[in-house]
């Protein structure tokens, strides 16, 4: 049984040794010294052993044991360490490695149209006024001469939330907040950039798209301060050689009214693909504020008057950029994007 032991001792000594993982240590520890462990059975058959020699046997067998955990214990702390240190090892920074670049973004190109939009008016002693999105029926049409039942209507169609709320279908309801608050101060010279809503979607209409509306009121406005001030425009905008054209038209908030186009872009007024042959480019509609809108806002139309005008800003974009599809706007593709340096 002595030898046994010895035997027992080279053994384990030997195998915890040559452990390398804590798994495997933890079932050489049950194989020696648990319950049903090898040394734990010759202990148990210690009564077969010859009374004398019992309890040198049991003394070295205890010995054993102790020495076993011991070892057990300090080949336990050893992988310990060396599992930590891979650890280490693994999720250690290289603080020398280049960093990772940080993707400055830009404008987006319909900011960067509204803004020289802005710049431009603003150059002129305009100021910038805002509307709420969802707007009443009385600022986006009643307040603008357009009753209930008005034909006018049916061209701006639009998402309702209630039958009295809806998402605005264009800025001009800006004109009449903007009338309402400085009423009856002069002059009125706003521009409203923003938002608006209409029930359509194709290649050059998208359902939610930009206008910027601008107001002016003050006692002696005329037509020709419309046409100088979009001239201005339109030369600020697309070089100095720009010419414009207004063409009679009608909205109900504006009397005269007058479509506003562009010599094309393109072609220079030759005509060409971009300008069905025309040589001219619609930008926007515009008008003599109706006496009926300057009522209802605070100022009396017998002496003053005002001249108002909305442009989409989509629509000046793709004629300045050239982009032949609206719908890139709004689609998030940056190799689209990226083009507008
Ligand atoms: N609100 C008109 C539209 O959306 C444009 C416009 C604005 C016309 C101001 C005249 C005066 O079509």
Redesign the pocket.
Known sequence: MLNRLKELEDEAREKIEGVSSLDELKTLKVRYLGKKGELTALLRSLGSAPPEERPVIGKKANELRELLERAIESKEQTLRDLQKKDKWEKDRIDVTLPGRPVELGQKHPLTMINDEIKDIFLGLGFQIAYGPEIETDYYNFEALNMPEDHPARDMQDSYYITPQLLLRT???PVQIRAMEKQAPKLPVRIIAPGKVYRRDDDATHSPMFH?C?GLVVDTDITFADLKGTLLLFAREMFGPEQKIRLRPSY?P??EP?AEVDISCIMCGGLGCRVCSSTGWLEIL???MVHPNVLEVSGYDPRSVTGF???MGVERIAMLKYGIGDLRHFFSNDLRFLKQFN
């Open positions: 264009h800025t001009s206008q509306e909205f908030f504006t009214s509609g515009s008008g108002a005008f909305g």
